[in-house]
């Protein structure tokens, strides 16, 4: 419950990564509303990416990766079915938003921490594709 509040103190302040960081959190601990309101504050950040604004996006999809230090254990052992998918989606666009700030390295890093950690996801296949075609164009 706490980490859900503190989510909202972030989120009203308008610092999506820290709120996002916190929400996460949250679900983990099995907070439902929370994982209600991880659906809401995606669209906003969906918005964000679409609308081009990738190191901010970037920082934000970056959270999923800073929260997997605390979880990695649980995401592998459970399901966390709505929490892993935004988690796995969520590495899979900070790759992207890398590549479209010219950080090609850094992007591959991503993809392949993605591969490492959720290699059956359909994420991965798209990692291993873009890896790929990123390895052909340097």
Do not use: H
């Amino acid at each position: 419950e706490i980490y859900y509040k503190i989510s909202l103190c972030y989120s009203k302040k308008k610092n999506f990564e820290k709120s996002f960081f916190w929400i996460l959190k949250a679900g983990f601990y099995d907070n439902k509303l929370a994982k209600k309101k991880i659906l809401s504050f995606y669209k906003k950040l969906d918005k964000i990416y679409n609308n081009k604004k990738f190191l901010r996006a970037f920082n934000i999809y970056n959270q999923a990766k800073v929260i997997l230090t605390y979880f990695s254990n649980l995401v592998s052992k459970r399901s966390y079915s709505i929490l892993k998918k935004i988690v796995i989606i969520s590495l899979y666009r900070a790759g992207i938003c890398l590549e479209k700030l010219n950080k090609y390295s850094e992007a591959k890093k991503y993809y392949n921490f993605l591969l490492k950690l959720f290699p059956a996801s359909q994420f991965a296949k798209l990692s291993e594709k873009n890896i790929k075609r990123i390895n052909n164009n340097l």
